[in-house]
């Protein structure tokens, strides 16, 4: 316990108007923070002037003595002893103001009350706290050395007046990627301000990039933390179009279906977020917040530059349905939604299960581009069976299409086809464009022997959709998504 231990004698108190001298100022008490004692601990030493022949007895009030945090400091009714009882924390309060009183045996006043500060002093025990966890800004591609980009910012509630337990420094941790060169971005050590130090920037090459940047007390040498900063390099007009690369594509694409209605479901807010890992946290940043009527032009290309660097979030978010294709342009990810929601069964590796489920529910959604075209006819009516229970197609499930047809006194269904589905989920080849016309149809799945054969019990022993073709020179998709205890569809093309 670190104290001045001083004596401290009350002021002579004064008699009538007789001017006195200017007494003296007496200093505050220092008493270091988060002491371990031992308890309690003699600060100073209170006194009176007039203790010889008579005896004096001292209190103290005040807050930490008799208010709110009582018994935090105590003095000894007949030494004078002032002691602390407990440690003190800074943070909390930075100092405490008492008054100190003398009276006789009678209780009569001896000494005018004398005021003691105690002042608690720092130690370095609390880290800088960044204003926000993720800062984000764009610069212009090109951007000369010495163009300010940002400022990053971070307090501390240690001292940063007397000590320099509260005063910061700033740097940069690391940067993604390290093109053109690892040192693109410096930071001011005092100010937080980052600034372009190298030539270079060039968004058809690097389209972000990503700085850890800490801040550190003790001017940079004590106890730190970090922060992400996310800088965009802006484009500037530099380069002729490029057939294989335009702006409004986006390697990100999303299809939200009204399945209700049958139609797609415009102006709904969506939002993506990718989550990035720093050295000591995991942040979901959001990339962007768009309505469903523009997600064609959904993730610019330069928001996905960085993703070989950090962990995409894209499949935890949306829940349902993640899948990449190839193409010449590059990566492109198309990501549809439908109103089933599919469950992991219980007992299955959830790794394995969910590049598994993506992948089939991508199938399922897109156009089936890998059918053997030479062999199978191409059917202007086709479906799609997938097992949501388990994320896989639903494989070697019988299914029949029938027509309706009216006579003179009756409605008949009459049987056009009867197939099986692929280890895709799909029947290949189910009509002929001849004979497809506009009409009521019925497609019948047998879900019973198909869940049976899975050692499973259906609650439904069979699935029938009818619909209704209006125009037989479209395309229609009718799929089926299906558990042991519910089923769902919708109309695709």
């Not at 007895?57 to 709110?68: H, K, L, V």
């Not at 549809?336 to 469950?343: C, G, I």
């Not at 019948?444 to 073709?469: C, H, M, N």
Request: hydrophobic share 35%; glycine share 6%; aromatic share 8%.
């Amino acid at each position: 316990m670190q104290t001045d231990k001083s004596v401290l004698v009350f002021r002579r108190s004064s008699a009538g108007l007789k001017r006195q001298k200017r007494d003296r100022v007496i200093p505050p008490i220092n008493v270091a923070e988060n002491s371990r004692g031992p308890f309690p601990a003699k600060l100073a030493q209170i006194k009176s002037s007039r203790d010889k022949g008579v005896t004096v007895y001292y209190s103290i009030t005040g807050p930490g003595a008799d208010e709110y945090p009582e018994g935090l400091f105590t003095i000894d009714r007949l030494s004078g002893s002032l002691d602390v009882t407990k440690p003190l924390d800074r943070e909390k309060q930075k100092e405490y103001k008492l008054l100190s009183h003398a009276v006789d045996e009678n209780g009569d006043i001896v000494e005018d009350a004398m005021e003691i500060i105690i002042k608690v002093t720092d130690q370095n025990d609390n880290p800088p706290q960044f204003m926000q966890e993720v800062f984000e800004c764009e610069v212009a591609e090109g951007a000369k050395p010495g163009t300010s980009v940002m400022t990053v910012s971070a307090t501390d509630k240690d001292d940063a007046i007397d000590t320099y337990n509260g005063v910061i420094g700033y740097s940069i941790e690391s940067q993604t990627p390290t093109d053109p060169n690892p040192n693109m971005f410096t930071i001011n050590k005092e100010s937080g301000v980052i600034s372009v130090i190298s030539t270079g920037l060039d968004r058809e090459k690097v389209g972000e990039y990503t700085l850890i940047v800490r801040a550190a007390d003790l001017e940079g040498k004590g106890l730190s933390t970090t922060a992400t900063a996310f800088i965009k390099v802006s484009d500037v007009n530099d380069n002729p179009a490029e057939s294989c690369k335009p702006e409004t594509h986006s390697p990100l694409t999303i299809h939200v279906l009204n399945t209700a209605q049958g139609i797609p479901a415009r102006n709904m807010e969506v939002s993506v977020s990718q989550l990035v890992h720093t050295a000591d946290q995991q942040i979901w940043r959001l990339l962007k917040t768009v309505a469903s009527s523009v997600l064609p032009y959904f993730i610019t290309r330069s928001m996905q530059q960085n993703k070989s660097k950090s962990t995409s979030g894209l499949e935890t978010l949306l829940h349902t349905g993640a899948a990449f294709e190839t193409d010449t342009c590059g990566h492109k990810i198309m990501v549809e939604l439908s109103a089933q929601q599919t469950v992991l069964p219980s007992g299955l590796p959830h790794s394995r299960m969910s590049a598994s489920r993506l992948q089939r529910i991508h199938h399922h959604f897109s156009p089936a581009k890998n059918w053997n075209m030479s062999t199978t006819p191409s059917s202007p009516l086709t479906t799609h069976v997938l097992n949501t229970a388990m994320g896989i197609p639903a494989q070697n499930m019988q299914v029949s299409i029938f027509q309706l047809k009216a006579t003179a006194g009756a409605q008949d269904w009459k049987l056009l086809k009867t197939g099986l589905t692929n280890s895709d989920g799909r029947c290949l080849g189910l009509l002929t464009i001849d004979q497809f016309s506009a009409g009521t149809y019925k497609m019948r799945f047998e879900t019973a022997d198909y869940w049976k054969g899975l050692g499973q019990t259906s609650f439904y022993p069979y699935v029938e959709i009818v619909f209704s073709i209006g125009d037989p020179s479209q395309k229609y998709h009718v799929p089926l998504l299906l558990s042991p205890f519910s089923y769902s569809t919708y109309r695709g093309s």
